[in-house]
T-cell receptor, first 113, second 111 residues
C-alpha cells in the first residue's frame, strides 16, 4: 500500500460525458501528480500541483482540468469524453524537496463506450 | 522537451540469469533517475532511484548505473526469479518535478 488513495477504481461512461477522478496523497506529501497510461502511449505526465497551486503542466488536453484543495486532495476533471480517453489514470504524490520519490496510487480505469 | 528511450522492449531470461535494461535521455540537465516496476493491472512501484551525483547504487539483487557523460543509465537485476516478471519503466527528471518515462520493458523470467 503506497498510501496514495484514488477513487473510483473503475469508471464506465459514454462519449461526450464528464467525469471526476479523485486522489488523496500520502500523509505529509504536498505535491500531487496526474499521469495517463494507455496501451500505445505509455505513462504520460499530465499535471502537477503543489500545496494547492499548479506547478507543472505536461500533455494535458484542454478538455481536462485539475485542482488541489486546501486538504491537499486533488481532482482530475475530464469532459467531452472521447473513445481515445479510455486509459488508466494514476495519481502520485511526493514530499517537499528536490528529487523526492513519487509514489503512485492504484489508479482509476476509465472506459469510454 | 526531454526524450527517454528504453531498450529492449521485451526481455526473456532464464531463472537465475541476469537482466539488464538500458535507458538514454536527451536533456543534460536531468538530475534524478527512478526505476518503476509495474505488475499487470497494478500501480507502478518505485524499486530504486539514483541522483546525478552518484554513479552506481545497489539494493540487494537490483542495481542502477548512471553515465552522465553518455546520458544513459541502466537497471541490472541479478539472480532473477519468477516474481521479477513485470514491466519495468525508467524515468528522468530535469528542471521542475516532471517525470518523463521510457516506453517500458516487459521482462519474463522463465522457470
Amino acid at each position: 500500500d503506497s498510501g496514495v488513495t484514488q477513487t473510483p477504481k473503475h469508471l464506465i461512461t459514454a462519449t461526450g460525458q464528464r467525469v471526476t477522478l479523485r486522489c488523496s496523497p500520502r500523509s505529509g506529501d504536498l505535491s500531487v501528480y496526474w499521469y495517463q497510461q494507455s496501451l500505445d502511449q505509455g505513462l504520460q505526465f499530465l499535471i502537477q500541483y503543489y500545496n494547492g497551486e499548479e506547478r507543472a503542466k505536461g500533455n494535458i488536453l484542454e478538455r481536462f482540468s485539475a485542482q488541489q484543495f486546501p486538504d491537499l486532495h486533488s481532482e482530475l476533471n475530464l469532459s467531452s469524453l472521447e473513445l481515445g480517453d479510455s486509459a488508466l489514470y494514476f495519481c502520485a504524490s511526493s514530499r517537499e524537496g528536490l528529487n523526492q520519490p513519487q509514489h503512485f496510487g492504484d489508479g482509476t480505469r476509465l472506459s469510454i463506450l | 522537451g526531454e526524450n527517454v528511450e528504453q531498450h529492449p522492449s521485451t526481455l526473456s531470461v532464464q531463472e537465475g540469469d541476469s537482466a539488464v535494461i538500458k535507458c538514454t535521455y536527451s536533456d543534460s540537465a536531468s538530475n534524478y533517475f527512478p526505476w518503476y516496476k509495474q505488475e499487470l493491472g497494478k500501480r507502478p512501484q518505485l524499486i530504486i532511484d539514483i541522483r546525478s551525483n552518484v554513479g552506481e547504487k545497489k539494493d540487494q539483487r537490483i542495481a542502477v548505473t548512471l553515465n552522465k557523460t553518455a546520458k544513459h543509465f541502466s537497471l541490472h537485476i541479478t539472480e532473477t526469479q519468477p516474481e521479477d516478471s513485470a514491466v519495468y519503466f525508467c524515468a528522468v527528471k530535469a528542471a521542475g518535478n516532471k517525470l518523463t518515462f521510457g516506453g517500458g520493458t516487459r521482462v519474463l523470467v522463465k522457470p
